[in-house]
């Protein structure tokens, strides 16, 4: 006769199957930190949407005879003024708050630059092999070959300081990390069975390329697009810290943390608090792109 069964082994067949609610719990839980970047973005993109309803002042008010005043809970503040004023009494809470909607457009818009231009070339390098692989390695060999800040810097001094033209530089800059994880991927599914079949069926490439293999890109894309979104924010904060970037007075978190150094002795708070908003908002994407990895790849999956 078998051996009995022991009495954990009895028990833990009769437990019941966790409720759905349980586990969505669970799944929130090992998320936590990804639930926390969710909840960081979301505030960014609601300011950066309503920001001109959210805002007390005009970000371009300037009260000389209310310069360099500090927050409303310290001595000498005033309560129109929550996080004071800057060197020329321009209120320091709605610059921030202005500063996100630029934050966030150059983010997103020099992303979709880089996805459009790194996605087809690593499509077309992968599909296709040969000549054309080796014509867009070498290009994306080149591209990173040469520090970003130096090429971000040449196409701004080349093209001018502005909104559009950082959103250009920084999409021409960044595209070579979309085209080797596209290619990459690429040149694997290429050789599975579901592209042989269409091939045989004589879909034509476009078609076998966006409707069978793009599909199959889109997780680990999705994740690499949230990563890039923060690293575009901070190096357009980069190149507004040194002038090449947007332009006074426009409420840049980049400009207000240039702008704010001379005073860091006597008034930290000018250019610690656009630091803190970059740091809060990168760190936000950040994490929220972890949790996309997880949810998307099985192999970091957890029960």
């Known amino acids: 006769m ?9 028990e833990e067949a009769l437990d019941p199957l966790p409720r759905p609610a349980d586990l969505l719990l669970r799944k929130i839980w090992h998320l936590r930190l990804g639930v926390l970047g969710a909840f960081l973005i979301a505030g960014l993109v609601f300011i950066a949407v309503f920001v001109p309803y959210v805002s007390p002042h005009d970000p371009y008010e300037q009260n000389i005879t209310a310069r360099l005043l500090p927050p409303s809970w310290m001595e000498g503040g005033r309560p129109e003024y929550l996080l004071g004023t800057d060197h020329v009494g321009r209120d320091l809470f709605s610059r921030l708050l202005y500063g996100s909607r630029i934050s966030l457009t150059v983010g997103l818009a020099a ?6 231009i790194g996605i087809a070339l690593g499509l077309w390098a992968g599909y ?3 000549a054309a692989d080796s014509a867009v390695s070498f290009m994306v060999n080149v591209m990173m070959g040469f ?3 130096l090429l971000a810097m040449s196409l701004v001094v080349v093209l001018g300081p502005s909104l559009q033209n950082i959103i250009l530089a920084l999409g021409l800059t960044g595209w070579p990390v ?17 592209v042989l079949a269409a091939r045989s069926l004589a879909l034509g490439v476009p078609r076998i390329l966006l409707g069978h293999i793009l599909p ?3 997780p680990s894309l999705l994740v690499l697009v949230t990563f890039e979104v923060a690293r575009a924010i901070i190096r357009e904060s980069l190149l507004s810290f040194l002038g090449l970037g947007i332009q ?5 978190w980049g400009t207000m943390l240039a702008e704010g150094r001379d005073y860091m002795l006597f008034e930290w708070r000018l250019a610690a608090l656009p630091g803190l908003a970059i740091f809060l908002s990168a760190m936000g994407i950040n994490l929220l792109g972890d949790a996309v990895r997880d949810l998307t790849d099985p192999h970091m999956r957890k029960s």
């Open 2 to 10: 078998p051996p009995p069964e022991s009495t954990s082994a009895v």
């Open 111 to 116: 992303v979709l630059v880089q996805v459009v």
């Open 128 to 130: 296709y092999g040969g």
């Open 147 to 149: 520090p970003f800040i």
């Open 178 to 194: 979309f085209t080797r994880v596209t290619r990459m991927e690429t040149l694997r599914l290429r050789e599975q069975e579901f």
């Open 216 to 218: 199959n890109l889109l």
């Open 248 to 252: 006074p007075p426009t409420p840049s």
